[in-house]
């Protein structure tokens, strides 16, 4: 499988997830955000997801490098970064702008990339490893 394969696969799955928030907006009449974050919480929030997420990157690969792991995937640290950055978006949609009902579309966000991910392992990621 060729780099331009695996880009093929992640356009497939950002496109899947744009089509499915843009159903479930003019379905439930859900209105769209004009910023990215809710309120200076939320963006503190995500700066302090993104920071830890990126230590934890870090620990684990240099882990890797000197022998402790034997195995280390970084298609899959990668793969789930949007599963937690929606899962921050949704927390803070749900306690702080609960009556825009914009978390319905974070929810059904981390649906579509849990779906991915569990065809990824199922697939062998798509016969990379196979």
Do not use: C
């Amino acid at each position: 499988m060729h780099f331009i394969d695996i880009l093929l696969i992640f356009a497939a799955l950002f496109i899947s997830a744009f089509l499915v928030e843009i159903i479930l907006t003019k379905m439930f009449n859900i209105e769209i955000r004009k910023e990215r974050f809710i309120n200076d919480i939320h963006k503190k929030r995500y700066k302090q997801f993104l920071i830890t997420y990126l230590i934890v990157l870090f620990i684990l690969f240099g882990l890797y490098i000197i022998g402790f792991l034997i195995v280390f995937i970084p298609i899959t640290l990668i793969v789930f970064y949007p599963i937690f950055s929606s899962s921050v978006d949704m927390l803070m949609e749900w306690k702080y702008a609960r009556e825009s009902k914009r978390f319905i579309v974070s929810v059904s966000n981390i649906a579509v990339y849990v779906a991915f991910i569990v065809l990824l392992f199922v697939t062998d990621f798509f016969g990379i490893y196979s």
